[in-house]
T-cell receptor, first 115, second 116 residues
Framework: AQSVSQHNHHVILSEAASLELGCNYSYGGTVNLFWYVQYPGQHLQLLLK??????LVKGIKGFEAEFIKSKFSFNLRKPSVQWSDTAEYFC?????????????FGTGTRLQVFP | GAGVSQSPSNKVTEKGKDVELRCDPISGHTALYWYRQSLGQGLEFLIYFQGNSAPDKSGLPSDRFSAERTGGSVSTLTIQRTQQEDSAVYLCASSPDVDRGQGIQYFGAGTRLSVL
């Protein structure tokens, strides 16, 4: 069965620090990869996605993620975080050929950024 | 425009009671999903409706859980004989047909269910 692992459960950073959140998935076939974000008091929303092509994808608010197929990883990065990046971040995968669009999510990483 | 709407936003119930959670997807979205977010568990897929196709029920944890979608729009998730382990935030999401196969979903605010 597909699964997604996020190894960092809680990350605390100061503003301007660099961020990298780990995500690994276990699935041998073709997958689509996503990072969703939930800001305090807001709905879960898409941050960025990877379907194919350039393995380095850029999303909103300066975030990027790199797909490394050999490592089954899709880590999220940001060179310099801001207080407004405080949120919970979820990595997710889906198998587009599987006849269903369901997303398999990781357990999430809570990011706190202090000014 | 209006997003995915879920009601109630909070529900407190006693163990053994039945509950119904409602989801109004974005107008025109053909796909509708239910997920459950438990403390420390991330988001767990429950069920997926796509148009008139048979739903993907593979994530429902037990036969106490069921869902229906009437008229291709509103969906109701029903939990019978609730247990304390059912306490969680239940999230609904929808997506348009144009995003089919791409995993892009639009989420509601969720219903926080507490079973005492």
């Amino acid at each position: 069965a597909q699964s997604v692992s996020q190894h960092n459960h809680h990350v605390i950073l100061s503003e301007a620090a660099s961020l990298e959140l780990g995500c690994n998935y276990s699935y041998g076939g073709t997958v689509n990869l996503f990072w969703y974000v939930q800001y305090p008091g807001q709905h879960l929303q898409l941050l960025l996605k990877y379907f194919s092509g350039d393995p380095l994808v850029k999303g909103i608010k300066g975030f990027e993620a790199e797909f490394i197929k050999s490592k089954f990883s899709f880590n999220l990065r940001k060179p310099s975080v801001q207080w407004s990046d405080t949120a919970e971040y979820f990595c997710a995968v889906n198998a587009p050929w599987g006849g269903t669009d369901k997303l398999i999510f990781g357990t999430g990483t809570r990011l706190q950024v202090f000014p | 425009g209006a997003g995915v709407s879920q009601s109630p936003s909070n529900k407190v119930t006693e163990k053994g009671k039945d509950v119904e959670l409602r989801c109004d997807p974005i107008s025109g979205h053909t796909a509708l999903y239910w997920y459950r977010q438990s403390l420390g568990q991330g988001l767990e897929f429950l069920i997926y409706f796509q148009g008139n196709s048979a739903p993907d029920k593979s994530g429902l944890p037990s036969d106490r859980f069921s869902a229906e979608r009437t008229g291709g729009s509103v969906s109701t998730l029903t939990i019978q004989r609730t247990q304390q382990e059912d306490s969680a935030v239940y999230l609904c999401a929808s997506s348009p047909d144009v995003d089919r196969g791409q995993g892009i979903q639009y989420f509601g605010a969720g219903t926080r269910l507490s079973v005492l």
